[in-house]
């Protein structure tokens, strides 16, 4: 069967599209690196030009393969993840330039980038299908159970500023709890959606929300208890609200009910009353909050607000445009180049910068959830939304607690902040989602093209003759339909995280043209 010329011309729209948000990113990321040097040395760096070529050629070769891929993939994540990364080598870049001794991080960050985009190609390549990852709903739970574990096995886990959340590797750190998040976001989904019927059942009704049956609240205590667990055994801050937010943001959008919504904020207000009291970590962190102007609170202890005072003092500077690329001071903030990169930008590019750099990971946010409401099946609606949540979480929770508009946590900004572990998570969840979303895209009369193709005739029985006994069957039903069906037979076009009848028995996407 050939294709049509409009099915032709939507791949190579995107892609076309793609390439032209590349470039501009491109551009865009290598003038802040040259203004950069500029700011602070009266002169373009040396190797700019070196820079510029090693950006590109990630970013365009990434590009290369979703076109042969995943061509009906989403044309705007990997530009503006580009964007982003490219816009945090600039300024760890702008950081290490102010310091007594020149490191070299920026050029240790475009390593750990070109490692995170080889893994997200690998992952393109890999994962064909996104529901073929529903058959390791468990064994995922299990690895990231393990993984949140590691930092805790005596010898291998590494104290950092209080957090025992890193493992020692030789002479290099790595946080498994960033590919802990992958995982739980691919265990949440199909055990969200094995178990919804559950879930959703009546309970009683109070104040007019209907609330689920008592015996229905395990898996929403099961969450706030390891979360709890790791707020106490690492004294991680950041990813315990991120693990427990992540959870109940996917219950939800499985469910629909807004009972756990409020069940969820009741948890996590217990626990954050709780730990405030108990665990002097915690209560150091709200204190410096709260009273963060207080000569009392005004130091660089851990739990100290000096690091928040000195990030709220750069942004102010920096005002509306900000000072400029090389013109500000953020090494006057500890940890400007990781934690508080967000303050360093609000220095130099202005509460106006800012926003654009909001705005870039909104669209990352859109994007995602456009494509979970674009799916058919309830798994892959699931794994969009928690992998968008991941992200969107992380984002708030730093960004809130650098505004000051909640304690600080400890957690990175994505794709911006140096750090190898959370960089290659990132571009691991872009590849995850440029998956999903090709599948999502992709025409029902492009299945035999797609690349789930059946070269030859299956053995009866085996899961290969399921797959072209399914597309046989919807080809002759879509050729034999008539004009007009009855509303009873008439398909539906998306498939919410409530449906109970998603489609999981067989391979390739079921969307067409969206």
């Known amino acids: 069967m ?18 032209g948000l590349m470039i501009l990113a491109i551009a865009v990321a290598t003038s802040a690196y040259a203004l950069v040097g500029l700011g602070v040395e009266d002169t ?9 070529g090693w950006l590109a050629a990630l970013g365009l070769v990434l590009h290369i393969i979703v076109w042969i891929k995943a061509k009906y993939a989403d044309p705007v994540l990997v530009p503006i993840a580009v964007l982003l990364n490219g816009l945090g080598l600039a300024m760890i870049y702008r950081v290490d330039l102010g310091r007594d001794e020149y490191q070299g991080s920026a050029m240790t960050q475009l390593v750990w980038m070109t490692l995170g985009v080889g893994l997200a190609i690998a992952v393109i390549f890999v994962v064909k299908d996104h529901r073929w990852l529903r058959r390791y709903t468990f064994v995922s ?23 025992r959340i890193w493992i020692g590797v030789g002479p290099m750190s790595f946080q498994p709890g960033e590919i802990a998040k992958i995982l739980l976001a691919i265990f949440f989904a199909g055990y969200l959606v094995s178990y919804k019927d559950q879930l959703v059942a009546a309970g009683p009704k109070i104040l007019g929300i209907r609330f689920p049956r008592l015996r229905d609240f395990g898996p929403i205590v099961i969450a ?12 991680d801050l950041g990813t ?45 962190r709200v204190s410096g909050w709260l009273n963060a102007l207080s000569p009392e609170e005004y130091n660089k202890t851990p739990g100290g607000s000096y690091q928040l005072v000195q990030g709220l003092f750069g942004m102010s500077n920096g005002g509306l445009v900000g000072t400029g690329f090389g013109e500000g001071r953020p090494n006057m903030v500890p940890y400007a180049e990781s934690d508080f990169i967000y303050a360093s930008f609000g220095e130099e590019i202005g509460l106006t910068g800012l926003f654009v750099i909001l705005l870039c990971y909104l669209f990352i946010f859109q994007r995602g959830i456009r494509t979970a409401q674009q799916l ?9 939304t928690g992998l968008s949540f991941t992200i969107a979480l992380q984002v708030f929770v730093v960004v809130g607690g650098v505004t000051r ?7 990175t900004t994505p794709f911006l902040a140096q750090g190898g572990s959370s960089l290659i998570a990132n571009w691991m969840i872009i590849a995850l989602l440029l998956r999903i979303s090709d599948n999502a895209r992709r025409p029902v009369e492009d299945f035999h093209t797609g690349v789930l193709k ?10 290969g003759a399921s797959v072209q006994a399914h597309n046989t069957d919807e080809r002759t039903r879509r050729s034999e339909e008539p004009a007009r069906r009855s509303e009873e037979e008439a398909p539906t076009t998306t498939l919410g995280p409530a449906d109970e009848d998603a489609p999981t028995d067989y391979l390739g996407p079921a969307g067409g043209e969206r």
Do not use: C
């Not at 508009?405 to 957690?411: Q, R, V, Y």
């Open 405 to 411: 508009l909640i304690p600080l946590t400890g957690l």
């Open 141 to 163: 739970g299990f690895a990231a159970l393990l993984f949140l574990l590691l930092p805790l096995v005596p010898g291998l886990g590494k104290t950092v500023n209080g957090a």
């Open 2 to 19: 050939s294709q049509a010329p409009s099915q032709v011309a939507r791949p190579r729209t995107y892609r076309l599209a793609e390439l």
């Open 376 to 384: 058919r099946d309830g798994f892959g609606t699931l794994l969009a």
């Open 44 to 52: 373009v760096p040396a190797n700019v030009y070196g820079y510029a």
């Open 454 to 463: 059946i070269t030859e005739d299956p053995e009866p029985g085996s899961a």
């Open 240 to 284: 315990s609200l991120l693990f427990f937010g992540l959870f109940v943001a996917m219950l939800y959008v499985a469910t629909s009910k807004v009972s756990w919504i409020i069940l969820g904020l009741g948890f996590f207000s217990a626990g954050a009353v709780a730990a405030t009291f108990i665990f002097s970590h915690v209560g150091q």
């Open 224 to 235: 706030w208890v390891a979360s709890v667990g790791i707020l106490v055994f690492e004294r």
